[in-house]
């Protein structure tokens, strides 16, 4: 390619286009995109790494960082080697998943995006891969505090490849239900998808130990939220990193996430306090969960600031009720137990999200993210025909219950397939001892929570000592 038409060009000459700058690739954009998927890998380390290890007991404090820090590690190389391919390629007749090839050629990697965007393909990967491996971490938390570890580590590349590329594919990439779902940034790929999931392998695994699900105290509330600080600040480039650039719709789908999460966390502490008469930390963060996922399906960058806001009230209350009445009452949740409660975080807050983006979503925006016509507006901006809103609602409903059957269904398979290899649960010293049990590794060098009690040294006299000695009579 020639570039010595551009020389006439009055351009600094750090815009002028080379060899290694062709003109089809945006610095702006190319810094924004890689500075949004840092933000999206911190949510995970070490967001989650610290949020995880902060909220369980103390006696599980380095094995639930641990899952998430091995999880991160093995869903890089999965994603590289064959599951980008699989969520984003392109396979003839596939309507399910793409071809399991890697990602690794350098000509891959430094070509453009397939995508309209003006990003390398390298961007591309990299920042799939991070919201692949934050939907397996978010797994995780309902399984916290009994899963082996070794069963874990054979689950995190079975489920990516099984479960999550076949979401990824069917929605964002080639498959059946591309451009017809509107899931702006994973409310459905990402969050359903791990809350059905980690509900469902939860349900395999089994229970703590019982005297864990009964007294199951944070080890460090502070710690907790520096955990969801990243969390949230990090979610900046989840949304905002979404577009692929960063233009108007970046814009709006930031301020719109945080308006919707700062909301959220309000609503779930009033409630709080109107019915159990104090201000949880544990609370708040937990409304600020949902209503981080609530705007992330399709709202965040198609639907006006009101919008967010209404959307904040909603995931503020909805999954309140959900996980603090509904499943207290419920012998169904009860009989299940998810650890971090992922399924009403996630999963239920996702699914009002994708639902309500099919009510708020704005023509205009929608025009702006993804081109005039590819998606119906949403039900409240239809205007006089109101049809085109009602489709888009039912293809809302359909995308969810897909999402959800195929991962309750996949991921029973996975969990029975690995069965027959290792044990899915802890034996019953290992969930009484915990961490040092596990790894042989504490969390804090305290006794009295699990640890085992360092044995008696016998006082061991050399053998030639012992032979000096006189024999008793």
């Known amino acids: ?35 949004a998927t840092s933000f999206v890998g911190l949510q995970s380390v070490p967001g989650l790494v610290i949020l995880y290890g902060s909220m369980v007991k103390k006696k599980w404090a380095v094995n639930s960082a641990f899952m998430a820090l091995y999880a991160f590690a093995a869903a890089l190389l999965c994603w ?9 390629g392109y396979y003839k007749n596939g309507p399910l998943v793409g071809k399991p090839v890697n990602s690794l050629s350098n000509v891959f990697l430094l070509g453009p995006t397939h995508v309209h965007s003006m990003l390398p393909n390298a961007d591309y990967v990299f920042y799939q891969f991070a919201f692949a491996a934050i939907t397996v971490i978010l797994l995780a938390g309902s399984l916290l505090g009994r899963m082996n570890f070794y069963a874990w580590m054979i689950f995190v590349p079975l489920w990516l490849t ?42 395999w695994v089994g229970p703590r130990h019982s005297h864990d699900r009964q007294h199951f105290p944070p080890n460090n509330i502070i710690q907790i939220l520096g955990g969801a600080g990243f969390l949230w600040l990090g979610w900046t480039g989840f949304n905002g990193g979404s577009p692929l650039s960063a233009g108007l719709v970046t814009s709006l789908a930031v301020i719109n996430t945080h308006i919707c999460t700062a909301t ?10 109107a ?4 201000s949880s930390v544990i609370g708040a963060v937990q409304g600020m969960i949902t209503g981080l996922v609530c705007i992330t399906p399709g709202a965040a960058g198609l639907v006006d600031p009101w919008a967010a806001a209404l959307m904040g009230v909603m995931s503020g209350s909805i999954p309140w009720y959900t996980m603090m009445i509904l499943h207290r009452k419920s012998a ?24 309500l983006s099919g009510l708020f979503a704005k023509p205009k925006l929608l025009n702006l993210m993804y081109g005039n016509g590819v998606y119906g507006p949403g039900l409240l901006h239809s205007g006089g025909h109101i049809h085109p809103g009602l489709k888009q609602m039912a293809y809302q409903f359909v995308g969810a219950i897909f999402i959800a059957s195929w991962n309750a ?18 034996d019953e010293e290992a969930l009484e001892v915990g961490d040092d049990a596990v790894h ?9 929570d699990g640890e085992r009690m360092p044995k008696p040294r016998r006082l061991r006299i050399p053998l030639i000592c012992r032979r000096s000695m006189p024999t008793p009579v």
């Open 409 to 426: 269904v996949v991921t029973s398979i996975i969990c029975l397939v690995i069965s027959r290899i290792v044990n899915l649960r802890m």
């Open 162 to 203: 099984f479960s999550y590329s076949v979401g990824a594919f069917t929605i964002w990439g080639y498959g059946f239900l591309q451009h017809k779902i509107i899931d702006y940034a994973g409310g459905y790929v990402i969050h359903l998808s791990s809350g059905v999931a980690g509900f469902t392998a939860a349900y």
């Open 264 to 273: 959220s966390i309000l609503v779930w502490l009033a409630l709080d306090m």
């Open 1 to 35: 390619m020639s570039f010595e038409g551009y020389q006439s060009w009055s351009l600094p000459s750090g815009l002028v286009p080379d060899e290694a700058s062709p003109e089809w690739l945006s610095k702006g954009d190319n810094a924004w995109e890689l500075t």
């Open 440 to 448: 042989g590794e504490e969390a804090y060098a305290l006794w009295g």
């Open 275 to 278: 019915v159990y008469k104090k």
């Open 80 to 88: 590289v080697l064959w599951a980008h391919q699989m969520s984003f």
């Open 332 to 355: 169904f949740f009860q009989s299940v137990d998810d650890t971090l409660g992922v399924f009403h975080t996630h999963a239920v807050a996702g699914v009002l999200g994708g639902l």
